[in-house]
């Protein structure tokens, strides 16, 4: 049996089950939008802000490797997506190189060769993350949802959450995902899971949103846990430290400007 | 009948919801214990300093007989190379940055003579002031490396890459980016909220020289490479047309000038395309290296042409063109087509290997032959007209932390190929050791297959500080 089959027959179990039971009828009082935009707010303070991110791989339960990033982020208010630097810290043979996210569009900046590649937000970053794990985005623009159900899961901690059941279909090239299951605490608007779709229908990991504090004027996730779903033994956590509001101008913005984005 | 039904309907329930129950106690029990030492840092602060000490081994291996001899060269049978790489910015002003970047290369081979001057040489990429006078203007004044365009294997907007690489120690593009060197000019940029005008002008600093053979001068910046002309480039970005970020170039070299133009465009689902093309009057590339060479003296005033072909100047272009697609899998793959208008026809190349060969002994002749290849690797422009470039990279392959990278080359007239095959080995964050292995194939009467050098291993360990 294929891949995509088993992860279809899955779906429609889990679908299935849902439906069953803990039904849909009165998911319908809030709409997925409304649900997905909420979200968005918890992920993301409205500010421009900064936050140093730290990804450690862990194989077979052993920490590997870590990459350390600063990533700078600010909407555009015309569009209401986020616009994002992203610049390598550590390790030291990767520090200085950047990334940056504006609009659908994504370039990658390395130091060594002053060369600027355009990239894509599937391109890998450590582990299984992805650049566009890391990054600042507002769901609500990059996809488009429907909801599907209702339940009790649990959380990273394994504590019970009852959670809105969404899935994610990509909207625009710009998306990272061409589709998420999407899992959102009914009570506080949280992110709890994701599992994460390649075109072919793969299930490629499952992301766990914890740690939540109190930061930049709301609860927010300070972590998130991803599990390879194709490499069994392959987790990455990503942190999220040092989260503070910082004033980033309109030229970071610019792929001529990445060059003289320097440490601080 | 319909309370079966119901039951029925229940029980699929209650199976798949266990179903979906222990999937996701699997993925929880999956995540590790958090390791407090993946947290603590032991490395010193930071010093602003990026440095590594790279030492590369290198075993070639070169053919015997071919149609058109090259110039009589040593051929040695290993070359060792151990460089410190350093690049650092100070702010000296919050207005005002200086900006340091070179290597230091200590090299031997097998009965080369060790140690003399020669075996030492510092490579001074970049060195410049950049200044802030007003907010979202700068100017800047040094050695600057200046790149442009969007292609990987063949760029024709990159117009301040010729001459300026001094190692060849890969056939990666990328690669060899990383150790050229930046040309002496001022630069200005200006950033708007949507897009950037930038100028630069470099000045004639020194008087064209010939072609490099052999070892490069120890402690020399090299300015005949990079200033030997007055070259003047305005670059603007502007966010136009959706995701498209169009770059458009003005670039004058001496007496010519060039345009050029480059767009992206994500047609989704991982996959980027780009193109990249410049245009401008010059002459062929038989033309231009036959007139560098009589100018620097390589080529006898008096020495007869040896190719025939058409010496006027009309307008050529450059075109290269392609895409780059992220798999599930970790692996990113590049396809270009490359064009170089100026390069050799497949009829000038016939006369390249007929003239070459008929006149195998006659070291007048094939030197001159020879030259012409020489001059075009120097100035980073394709042989021929039409070639194709395939490159992939694949990260945590086989096992974490190998990444495996290969790239080719296919002349497409002949058919003949250079291939490269790296797999780099991120032992720890500070420790990465690499074998790199590369090797020309094609006819003895094709392009690659007509090359001295056949294939060659490199054996690579960098600590990063």
């Known amino acids: 049996m294929s891949e995509a089959t088993k992860t279809d027959r899955r779906r429609f179990l889990l679908l299935a089950a849902g439906a069953a039971a803990w039904g849909i009828g009165d998911a319908r009082a809030q709409s997925a939008e409304e649900i997905i935009a909420a979200t968005d707010r918890v992920r993301n303070p409205g ?152 075109d072919s229908g793969r299930l490629l990991k499952v992301a766990y949103y914890g740690k939540y504090q109190s930061l930049l004027g709301g609860m927010r996730p300070t972590e998130t846990v991803i599990i390879d779903s194709v490499d069994s033994a392959l987790v990455t956590t990503v942190g999220f430290a040092d989260l503070r509001f910082q004033e980033i101008p309109e030229t970071w913005f610019q792929r001529e400007f990445l060059p003289r984005i320097g440490a601080e | 009948m319909a309370r079966r039904s119901g039951a029925l309907l229940l029980g699929v329930a209650l199976i798949a919801a266990s179903v979906a129950w222990a999937e996701e106690n699997d993925d929880l029990d999956r995540i590790p214990v958090p390791d407090p030492s993946a947290d603590t840092d032991d490395r010193p602060v930071t010093t602003g300093w990026r440095i590594y000490v790279e030492q590369a081994l290198t075993l070639p291996r ?104 001094v190692d060849r120690v890969s056939n990666d593009p990328s690669v060899l980016r990383e150790n050229r060197l930046g040309t002496v000019m001022l630069r200005g940029l200006s950033v708007g909220e949507s897009g950037a005008v930038t100028f630069a002008f470099a000045p004639s600093l020194a008087e064209p020289s010939p072609v490099y053979s052999g070892s490069l001068p120890s402690l020399d910046p090299m300015f005949d490479r990079t200033n030997a002309d007055h070259r003047f480039l305005l670059k603007v970005n502007r966010d136009l047309i959706g995701d498209l970020s169009p770059e458009l170039l003005l670039y004058r070299d001496g007496s010519r000038t060039r345009f050029g133009a480059n767009v992206t465009h994500e047609l989704g689902a991982g996959v980027i395309a780009y193109a990249e093309w410049a245009g401008g009057n010059r002459a062929s590339l038989v033309e231009e290296a036959d007139r560098y060479g009589r100018k620097t003296g390589t080529i006898p005033a008096a020495a007869p042409r040896i190719l025939p072909g058409d010496r006027s100047e009309r307008f050529f272009s450059d075109v290269s063109v392609g895409g780059s697609y992220t798999t599930d899998f970790k692996v990113m793959i590049n396809l270009e087509y490359h064009y170089h208008g100026a390069g050799l026809s497949r009829q000038d190349w016939r006369n390249w290997i007929d003239i070459g060969g008929a006149n195998a002994g006659a070291p007048a002749v094939t030197s001159q032959l020879w030259y012409l290849r020489s001059y075009a690797l120097e100035q980073q422009e394709p042989l021929t007209r039409h070639t194709a470039f395939l490159s992939a990279e694949w990260s945590d392959a086989f096992v974490p932390g190998l990444k495996l990278a290969g790239l080719t080359s296919i002349n497409l007239y002949d058919g003949s190929r250079l291939v490269q095959v790296t797999a780099d080995y991120f032992w720890s964050d500070l420790w990465t050791f690499g074998v790199l292995a590369a090797a020309s194939s094609g006819g003895s009467r094709s392009e690659r297959g007509s090359s001295p050098q056949a294939h060659g291993v490199i054996f690579k360990a960098a600590r990063y500080f």
């Open chain 2, 62 to 165: 070169f053919r015997d007989g071919l149609v058109v001899p090259p110039p009589r060269q040593r051929h040695p049978d290993w070359q060792e190379r151990l460089s410190l790489d350093a690049r650092r910015t100070w702010s000296l002003d919050p207005q005002l940055k200086a900006t340091y970047s070179g290597r230091l290369n200590l090299l031997a081979e097998d009965d080369g003579p060790f140690p003399e001057r020669a075996n030492f040489r510092h490579d001074f990429r970049e060195g410049f002031l950049s200044w802030e006078p007003a907010a979202q203007d700068y100017l800047d004044l040094g050695r600057i490396n200046l790149r442009s365009g969007v292609a990987i294997g063949f760029s024709p907007t990159d117009f301040f890459k010729t001459r300026a690489v």
């Open chain 1, 47 to 198: 500010e421009p802000f900064r936050s140093t991110t730290t990804l450690i791989e862990y194989r077979s339960g052993k920490a590997r490797s870590k990459t350390v990033l600063t990533v700078y982020v600010k909407e555009d208010k015309a569009t209401g997506q986020f616009r994002n630097v992203v610049r390598y810290v550590d390790p030291p043979r990767d520090a200085g190189k950047l990334v940056l996210r504006t609009g659908n569009i994504m370039w990658f900046y390395d130091p060594s060769s002053k060369a600027s590649v355009r990239v894509s937000a599937q391109q890998r970053l450590l582990g299984q993350a992805a650049i566009g794990d890391v990054i600042a985005v507002n769901l609500a623009k990059d996809y488009s949802g429907k909801l599907v159900g209702e339940g009790e899961i649990q959380d990273v901690e394994r504590k019970p959450r009852t959670c809105w059941h969404l899935d994610l279909t990509a909207a625009n090239d710009g998306a990272t995902y061409s589709r998420i299951e999407y899992w959102v605490e009914k009570e506080t608007s949280f992110p709890i899971r994701a599992r994460f779709y390649a």
